[in-house]
């Protein structure tokens, strides 16, 4: 598959850089984790955002992009976090993914910020 939404960059810069290159320096894990990632958005915002990337202005491609690159590196954290200082550290890192995810998904799920895309949410 094809990484849409966000690219492998991005989620490396999230993880930082105690994060396990095993997963980081291969770029079909990294595209795997992204598009897990990105079908996970989807479904917890119940939109598409793939076909409506299209018609979206910089602005809300930047915070999709941030959101599954949150959750992406939040999966290469979890994978492993022998790199980091101590578990304290890489649950912090997870924290801060988990709550810019979860603030993207409460934004883009907004009926009017869908709407504005020509976009409908799914049941």
Do not use: P
């Not at 291969?26 to 409506?52: K, P």
């Not at 993207?104 to 976009?119: C, I, Q, W």
Request: aromatic content about 8%; glycine content about 8%.
């Amino acid at each position: 598959m094809v990484e849409t939404l966000c690219t492998s960059g991005a989620v490396k810069h999230r993880a930082g850089t105690n994060a396990s290159t095993t997963v980081t320096n291969s770029g079909a894990w990294m595209t795997e984790l992204i598009n897990q990632s990105e079908g996970d958005f989807i479904a917890d915002t119940r939109v598409n955002w793939i076909d409506l990337y299209g018609s979206m202005n910089a602005d809300f491609k930047q915070q999709i992009e941030g959101a599954v690159a949150a959750k992406a590196a939040v999966k290469v954290i979890s994978y492993d976090m022998a790199g980091f200082t101590d578990r304290a550290e890489a649950v912090s890192m997870i924290n801060v993914l988990w709550a810019e995810y979860m603030n993207a998904v409460r934004t883009l799920s907004e009926d009017k910020v869908v709407n504005m895309f020509g976009g409908t949410k799914g049941q």
